[in-house]
């Protein structure tokens, strides 16, 4: 069962435009989220992340959005770039009593930008 | 700092025989986990380590993996008999107590059982 999901495998956008990458979770008590990207042959680097108390972080191009009521997130990316092409994870941990948990990765989307 | 290392970065062996992954986290990080990647299940955490000692091994398959650390510096993922549902990427990371939720990975290793 997966608790995170990426329902999306591939996105393809123009350059210039704007990107969106959607992420669902179904467990309640997720409260840390992150975005991770990962270029071929490469680790997963992290990217942005954003807090269950807040609804939106920005870092420059890149933008992520939650909505708690719907258990989801999304990254948008303005204006997209070629450099942005790469697979991009959603991941997300649950603090128990303060005590740091675990990260749960989704299945990542491939998003290409074309030139 | 050189980052996550790993070693080696493709592996290539035959079902049954065992397969020794290596990683070197980052100095001075607290927590290192070790993740395998498939198309279909995406990153799945198998293993993590705080100072050294394994606290959550729920994600590993089957009694056929292992893993150790025996310092700071240095942790195996051990697979013996491998068999041809391995196949996949496995990646480790290491992060700091102090660094928040932030993961730092390792170029991965490309392991294929035939």
């Known amino acids: 069962d997966q608790q995170v999901k990426q329902n999306s495998p591939s996105l393809s956008v123009q350059e210039g435009r704007i990107s969106i990458l959607n992420c669902d979770y179904t467990?309640?008590?997720?409260?840390?989220f992150l975005w991770y990207k990962k270029y071929p042959a490469e680790g997963p680097t992290f990217l942005i992340s954003?807090?269950?108390?807040?609804d939106k972080n920005e870092d420059g191009r890149f933008t992520v959005f939650l909505n708690k009521s719907a258990k989801h997130l999304s990254l948008h990316i303005v204006p997209s770039q070629p450099g942005d092409s790469a697979v991009y994870f959603c991941?997300?941990?649950?603090?128990?009593?303060?005590?740091?948990?675990?990260?749960?990765f989704g299945t990542g989307t491939l998003l290409a930008v074309q030139p | 700092d050189a980052g996550v290392i790993q070693s080696p970065r493709h592996e290539v062996t035959e079902m049954g025989q065992e397969v020794t992954l290596r990683c070197k986290p980052i100095?001075?990080?607290?927590?290192l986990f070790w993740y395998r990647q498939t198309m279909m299940r995406g990153l799945e955490l198998l293993i993590y380590?705080?100072?050294?000692?394994?606290?959550?091994d729920s994600g590993m398959p089957e009694d056929r993996f292992s893993a150790k650390m025996p310092n700071a510096s240095f942790s195996t993922l051990k697979i013996q008999p491998s068999e041809p549902r391995d196949s996949a990427v496995y990646f480790c990371?290491?992060?700091?107590?102090?660094?928040?939720?932030?993961?730092?990975f390792g170029p991965g290793t490309r392991l294929l059982v035939l």
């Open positions: 990371a290491s992060r700091s107590r102090t660094g928040g939720e932030t993961q730092y």
């Open positions: 467990n309640s008590m997720f409260d840390y």
């Open positions: 954003i807090s269950s108390i807040k």
């Open positions: 991941a997300a941990s649950a603090h128990y009593g303060g005590a740091t948990n675990k990260l749960i």
């Open positions: 100095s001075g990080h607290d927590y």
């Open positions: 380590f705080n100072n050294n000692v394994p606290i959550d």
